[in-house]
């Protein structure tokens, strides 16, 4: 069985750790193949350090193409260390997020342009694309409001952005899913975790039936 990539997309505070964590929780006996779950930026022991660097609130003095360039670095380990050979091996991956996170932050809320991002993220991954991504569609104060709740005072650099950053991400991430329908599948995140869950739960199945 050929390996098939994951992806999980959103705005901060759309819950896309909780609902990865909580659909494999359920799924994950019946899966007919071995899986890994992974994040971004992060998923590998450089990778990890090199978030680190992007994430730190200390770091404001941070460029915007240093940050794009950072995040590309980070993904490209993580690509060539653990997902492409999770891929070979025949392993569902799911990440939590991806080259799309990128567009959207840095192309379209650092205002770097999404294709010139894309440019350098289609390098750093030699075009490796998931299979299938699921954005948790949320509106950016609601997913903000949410971290200040859960976290407070534990605001990563990203999201202490204002409000104006978020919602031209929210846009960016828009943009991008209207560009790649083939694979994006839009979840209301503004609904009971259990029924984003099941709607996970459910497109899998329709979309990958041989995995279970």
Do not use: C, W
């Given at each position: ?56 609130p200390a770091n404001d003095k941070m460029d915007n193409k ?18 492409r050979p999770a891929l070979k091996e025949g392993k569902v ?47 950016p104060e609601v997913g903000l409001k949410r971290i200040e ?64």
């Amino acid at each position: 069985m050929r390996g098939y990539f994951v992806s999980f997309e959103g705005p901060d505070g759309a819950g896309k750790s909780t609902v990865l964590k909580e659909v494999l929780n359920q799924i994950g006996s019946e899966l007919k193949t071995q899986y890994l779950v992974t994040r971004e930026p992060g998923g590998s022991k450089i990778a990890e350090k090199i978030r680190d660097i992007i994430l730190d609130p200390a770091n404001d003095k941070m460029d915007n193409k240093t940050e794009a360039l950072l995040y590309a670095a980070s993904r490209s380990q993580h690509v060539e260390e653990i997902i492409r050979p999770a891929l070979k091996e025949g392993k569902v991956v799911f990440s939590d997020r991806y080259v799309d996170s990128s567009l959207a932050y840095q192309g379209a809320g650092r205002d770097l342009g999404i294709q010139e991002v894309k440019q350098i993220n289609d390098f750093a991954t030699d075009k490796l694309n998931p299979d299938l991504t699921f954005f948790l569609d949320l509106d950016p104060e609601v997913g903000l409001k949410r971290i200040e709740k859960l976290r407070p005072g534990q605001e990563d650099r990203l999201e202490q952005e204002n409000l104006a950053f978020h919602k031209k991400v929210y846009a960016g991430f828009l943009k991008v899913k209207e560009t790649y329908p083939e694979r994006f599948v839009t979840v209301d995140a503004t609904q009971p975790i259990d029924q984003v869950v099941a709607q996970v739960i459910a497109t899998l199945k329709q979309r990958m039936p041989e995995l279970f």
